[in-house]
């Protein structure tokens, strides 16, 4: 699935696009696991890209006065948007189907994508030159916000620490 929506109307009202595509309805085989496509599981996957609609409708308002929307989303560093926005789209897929349990399909594949979405941002090995001040407050904050709802994630810890050396 993917939301569309061009920066230069983010945060003003604007509706964004969901696309759907046909991999939301096939079997998700993981790293040992293979996972059959439920309800549950093509809801919470809708759950991600429908934070991505609001967040690109009214914008995204962080904790501590911070924020993304129409007056700075240009100043933004892309990979820190981009990490804000996905990060916020993953928590809300894995809040929503954490409802079904733990083991079921849908939790195991949102909870399984995102650890693989964290370990391929970590893999890109940035450092505190490639970001703003800003930029890096933001990165930060949504660390923080990931520690507090998802816990469970399996690199987590390594992966906080690494964002947490160039946040400073």
């Known amino acids: 699935m993917i939301t569309n929506l061009p920066k230069i109307d983010f945060a003003k009202g604007i509706k964004s696009n969901i696309y759907v595509f046909a991999d939301v309805f096939t079997p998700y085989k993981g790293k040992v696991m293979l996972l059959p496509p439920t309800e549950e599981l093509v809801r919470a996957r809708l759950q991600h890209e429908y934070k991505h609609a609001e967040d690109a409708y009214h914008g995204m308002n962080l904790d501590n006065n911070m924020k993304i929307d129409s007056s700075n989303i240009l100043l933004v560093h892309p990979d820190a948007y981009s990490f804000v926005l996905e990060t916020r789209g993953y928590m809300r897929a894995i809040e929503f189907a954490k409802k079904f349990g733990v083991n079921h399909s849908a ?52 992966i906080v620490e690494g964002i947490n050396d160039y946040s400073k």
């Open 107 to 158: 939790y195991l594949r949102s909870i399984n994508e995102f650890d693989i979405y964290l370990g391929n941002w970590q893999a890109r090995n940035y450092s505190s030159n490639d970001f703003g001040a800003y930029d890096r407050e933001l990165i930060s904050h949504q660390c923080k916000q990931i520690e507090k709802i998802i816990p469970e994630i399996k690199r987590f810890r390594k």
